[in-house]
C-alpha cells in the first residue's frame, strides 16, 4: 500500500521559510512524478511544484515559483518543497502527490494543475503565514 506523509507545516511570518516534507512508502514505480498541490479556503486545488524522479527534471506552476525549491532523497525517499519569502497568500493546506508513471511527458499532468483518480495523496499539512 502507497503511502505519502506530509511533515513541515506551521506558522510563520510574512517574509519566512518552512521546509516541507513528504516520506513516501509502499512504492514501486521506479520512475514517476511527485510533487505539492495546495489548497487554500475556497479556492481549487493547485500545483506547486513537481519532480520527475527518473531524472530529477523539476517543473514549477507560476503560483510560487522563484519562491520554492523541490527536491528529492532518493535514499530515503523523502520529498522536499522549501519555501521562502512566505506571503499570507500562500496560506493554505499543501498535499504531496505522485503519479504511477503515466504515458506521456514526464510530469505533464501535475505540471497542469490536474491530477487522476489513479494517483497517490497525502493527507497534507497546513502552512498558515500571517502578515
Known amino acids: 500500500q502507497v503511502r505519502l506523509l506530509e511533515s513541515g507545516g506551521g506558522s510563520v511570518q510574512t517574509g519566512g521559510s518552512l521546509r516541507l516534507s513528504c516520506a513516501a512508502s509502499g512504492y514501486t514505480a521506479s520512475r514517476n512524478c511527485m510533487g505539492w498541490f495546495r489548497q487554500a479556503p475556497g479556492k481549487e486545488r493547485e500545483g506547486v511544484a513537481f519532480i520527475y524522479t527518473g531524472d530529477g527534471s523539476t517543473y514549477y506552476a507560476d503560483s510560487m515559483k522563484g519562491r520554492v525549491t523541490i527536491s528529492q532523497d532518493n535514499v530515503n525517499d523523502t520529498l522536499y518543497l522549501q519555501m521562502n519569502t512566505l506571503k499570507p497568500e500562500d496560506t493554505a493546506m499543501y498535499y504531496c502527490?505522485?503519479?504511477?508513471?503515466?504515458?506521456?511527458?514526464?510530469?505533464?499532468?501535475?505540471?497542469?494543475?490536474?491530477?487522476?483518480?489513479?494517483?497517490?495523496w497525502g493527507q497534507g499539512t497546513q502552512v498558515t503565514v500571517s502578515s
Open positions: 502527490a505522485a503519479d504511477q508513471n503515466p504515458p506521456g511527458p514526464p510530469c505533464w499532468r501535475f505540471a497542469r494543475g490536474t491530477w487522476d483518480p489513479s494517483d497517490y
